[in-house]
């Protein structure tokens, strides 16, 4: 898996999390803190003619990192509750655009979930897009993947976490829901959203009205509202 950006790659190395190798274009200058990161984690570093560089890696900013696919977790592993506040998770459902996936994560970093759980079929892998959508926040959260999310929201709701569905034609105001309490916010494929068997299991089923005759909002773009409200509810204000 490929990581172009520069700041990403700090955010790995920073991190302690395993890049392969780094390879750079023979006319970029990096600056020194990140040659000191990339020597002091003993990451190979390589330089590469420009033309041939260019050619291979063409929407790269001059450096790229070769890293491994991220480490997903066990799903125990998301359930550990904080010791102020309430447990924030995200649920998604068959979402299969990257850089939906990716900006999701990186609302969930700013409002202070800790852990993401991942359908295996038809949600995207975690590649470049993600990353690069998230930010490199995707690094800063615990991920899994689950094969049945109906089977896994009757395990959460045995952990007292309680699911709130999204549906942007039903369901009630997301300001109606009790978000005192640990949450899981389920979010749906762009165009079928939360499947109807998988709403059926949550506890919650919520929408964010929006101005008649439009249809609904991208699904990051939703996700980052509903969890903005969630955040309200911390008492962080």
């Known amino acids: ?16 999390k395993t890049v392969n190798k780094v390879i750079i274009s023979s006319d970029k200058k990096i600056h020194k803190d990140l040659y000191d990161l990339i020597k002091a984690t003993k990451t190979p570093i390589y330089r590469m003619p420009e033309e041939i560089f260019n050619a291979k890696f063409k929407q790269s900013s001059g450096i790229v990192g070769i890293v491994e696919e991220v480490e997903f977790s066990d799903i125990r592993d998301l359930i550990v509750k904080p010791e102020n506040g309430f447990l924030r998770l995200l649920l998604i459902d068959e979402v299969e655009d990257p850089h939906n996936i990716g900006a999701m994560m990186r609302s969930c970093a700013c409002f202070g979930f800790s852990g993401v759980i991942m359908t295996s079929r038809r949600t995207s892998i975690i590649g470049e897009g993600v990353i690069k959508a998230s930010a490199g926040a995707v690094f800063r959260q615990k991920i899994a993947r689950v094969n049945n999310l109906t089977e896994t ?6 952990e007292d976490i309680w699911l709130v569905g999204t549906d942007p034609h039903g369901g009630v105001p997301i300001w109606e829901v009790d978000y005192k309490r640990n949450i899981g916010i389920v979010m749906g494929n762009e165009e079928k959203g939360v499947r109807k068997k998988v709403l059926e299991h949550c506890d919650y089923v919520a929408k964010i009205p929006i ?6 909002l991208n699904v990051s773009v939703a996700f980052g509202i509903i969890a903005f409200e ?5 008492n962080f204000f």
């Open 153 to 158: 929201i009757e395990k959460l709701k045995k």
């Open 230 to 234: 969630a955040f309200k509810h911390q």
């Open 211 to 216: 101005v008649e005759g439009e249809d609904s």
């Open 1 to 16: 898996m490929l990581v172009s950006k520069i700041r990403e790659i700090e955010e790995l190395l920073s991190k302690g």
